[in-house]
């Protein structure tokens, strides 16, 4: 299905709900704001006759309902935090080479300052519902975070949440498997692996043992083995907490973990839409005039399909680019053992300290050459225009392709 933004302003959606009395927890109106005043940013400040005044921003009511509240009245001191925090940072920016003094005794803010500070109030209202809706739409345990102290970009506008491929009409990502091993304890003679001709993928830490290249095979949903079986790793989802953050070097956002990985663990998976190699052809044009594509050939065995993951996706939709990566591809069977379908699974080659970026390789065999002129894009293995890396890594190639 294809969504449609809503053109309205959230200013716009609370007065028409304010009018019908009408509730609604996304935008604000609940019982409680529909009948009190919440503050739900600081829009300006102003000295008048010795008293500190600030423009408030109700929570719930339109821009149009804004008023000027001594700051005695104000019981939100993180929001007055947030607001002098974004003030200093505005005024503190670098100008023509000289870096601007912070005047603490000011009468009034330069609408220029006032104009940021609301742009960067809305900015982290949008983020944090974005936060909310990501991990209400996740399936795994662990959070994802959501940060930006580089810019005011907001939320990816036509960017939909998924947990596991997304299928085109005609492509089946499920082949009806109906048998599963029997083991009562994995990995035994005839478990998934040993009966398509594969070793076990993992060892008993559940950490990766194979080398790049080979499939994995899990057991399935019609497995014997319980969800406790140590042959049962990526279809349960991420097991870290990650945060997509705003990269400062122009590579877009980003994706850092918030924990430790150590090597070989199993860290996302690459979801999107799963469409016909001939249909990626005809968007990868399309893209390359928006400067912005993710394409993901599955190669594994042939080439007639490719996942896209531009609109559909999960948090690898974010992951940058590295020419020494700290994650690895790996091709994954599980419920569809179909070699022209697998699943894409990303694990760690060594180890990753809490607060690093996640990379990997888009020329990796399995993986995806970037060649849009945006560091965000992916496109398939074809002929484009070159893209200068910015991974900064020592052994840079210089280009994404």
């Known amino acids: 299905a294809w969504y449609v933004p809503c053109l309205a302003s959230l ?45 408030v921003k109700w929570k719930g009511w339109p821009e149009s309902s804004n008023t000027w509240e001594p ?6 001191p993180l929001l007055l935090q947030n607001f002098l925090s974004d003030k200093n940072e505005y005024l503190s920016r670098v100008r023509e080479g000289k870096a601007l003094k912070v005047r603490n005794h000011v009468k009034a803010l330069k609408p220029a300052v006032a104009d940021y500070i609301v742009k960067k109030a809305k900015q982290r209202i949008a983020l944090r519902r974005w936060k909310e809706e990501l991990n209400r739409k996740k399936n795994h345990k662990a959070m994802i975070l959501v940060e930006n102290t580089v810019d005011l970009e907001g939320p990816p506008l036509d960017f939909y949440y998924i947990n ?36 076990l993928a993992y060892n008993k830490q559940k950490k990766l043992k194979i080398q790049p290249g080979l499939p994995i095979y899990e057991c399935n949903s019609f497995c014997r083995c319980g ?46 839409e799963v469409i016909t190699s001939e249909e990626a052809e005809r968007r990868g044009q399309l893209y ?17 399909f490719t996942v896209d ?6 948090v690898s939709h974010f992951v940058n680019h590295s020419c ?6 790996f091709n994954v069977f599980i419920d569809n053992l179909d070699l022209r379908l697998p699943r894409i699974a990303l694990f760690s080659t060594r180890t990753i300290k809490a607060g690093e970026e996640l ?18 894009g992916l496109s398939p293995s074809r002929k484009r225009i070159r893209t200068v890396c910015k991974c900064g890594a020592v052994c840079c190639r210089g280009y994404l392709n």
């Open 11 to 55: 200013e716009t959606l609370q007065e028409l709900c304010r009018k019908e009395n009408l509730r609604c927890k996304s935008i604000g109106i609940t019982n409680r704001s529909l009948k009190s005043y919440e503050v739900e940013y600081l829009c300006d400040y102003k000295v008048e006759e010795g008293t500190e005044y600030y423009l």
């Open 227 to 272: 969800p406790d079986c140590p042959n049962r790793i990526v279809q349960k989802g991420t097991p870290y907490s990650l945060c997509i953050f705003r990269t400062n070097n122009g590579r877009g956002w980003g994706v850092k973990t918030l924990q430790k990985i150590k090597t070989n663990s199993f860290v996302m998976e690459y979801v999107g």
């Open 164 to 199: 596991e491929y997304k299928p085109a009409p005609g492509i089946n990502v499920i082949n009806g498997i109906t048998t599963g091993c029997e083991c009562a304890d994995c990995p035994a003679e005839k478990c998934c692996p040993k009966e398509a001709g594969f070793i």
């Open 288 to 304: 390359d005039n928006q400067g912005n594509t993710y394409l993901f050939d599955l190669d594994y065995d042939s080439d007639e």
């Open 359 to 376: 990379t990997f390789d888009y020329q990796m065999k399995g993986s995806i050459d970037l060649t849009s002129d945006s560091a965000d």
């Open 71 to 76: 700051q005695k009245n104000l019981k939100c």
């Open 324 to 329: 020494d990566p700290n994650l690895q591809v």
């Open 309 to 314: 993951a531009a609109r559909y996706g999960n």
